[in-house]
């Protein structure tokens, strides 16, 4: 069940993949309305400034990784501390992605706010339809840049940047200076941050890059094994979606063996996977 869609419009379903029908009920649904489901429903601060598309696929998207958590029980539980739509005039810094970012360190990012915790998501303001997202999805994978064509995919590979930052966090502990951060990943010798800030500054060979693009897409390939994680996810779980509910239908990882021997190996050696 999509929880924080079906709250409030019961009984949602979608059509196969993005139908005029999906397309419809994205635009009828009401971002302030779901801006206060995500406080309910997940604890999460969102503020979608009155976008109902960003605030639709959000929720698709935070009720497809509660799913993948609860019933197949996988590790990816995290939420995004909070969520905001920003314009490039309400930037500190202009951002490289135009579209979506999440910060793995506190920061300030809004000339209006104070700084944000980590894991914390930002899309940039539109005025593009569902549709409009859906072909430009469709034209990027063509192109061979992104790693699925599906019209949630920015929606997923932020949130699996959300939840890479809880792994290697919960692993070996937060080493900055966010209070949130700190009181949530403790541990005696802190370098969770030093990994990160490692994993972003790693480029590929041009071997690995090879093996990369002609898996999952160039940006992966030019980016790091930051992006490399998110990218894999997204593909992984898009593909996993079943078309009527747009919820993971089988375990996306099943589809990991699918991969080359190369890709595995250069995924699990970068990721901290
Ligand atoms: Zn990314």
Redesign the pocket.
Known sequence: MNKCINTYYNNVTFGSGLTQKTARTISSLSAAQLSDEFVKAYKIDANFKENNVIAACSAICADIYENLSKTFKLPLASTPKRIRVFTPEDLIKPQR?SF???IADTKKVLKSEPPFELKSIFFQQHKLSVKDIDDITEEMHKKGINSTNHFLYEYI??WA?NVHLDWIYNRYGYDGLCPYGRKVYQSEHPRGLKIVRKMHDTKFSSREKEVISSTVGTYAAE?NP??LF??TMAKLICDSLDNDTLLPKKNPFDGFSDFSEDFRDIFIRNTHF
């Open positions: 992605n979506g970012f999440c590979h932020e940047h980016s930051f992006e998110a990218e």
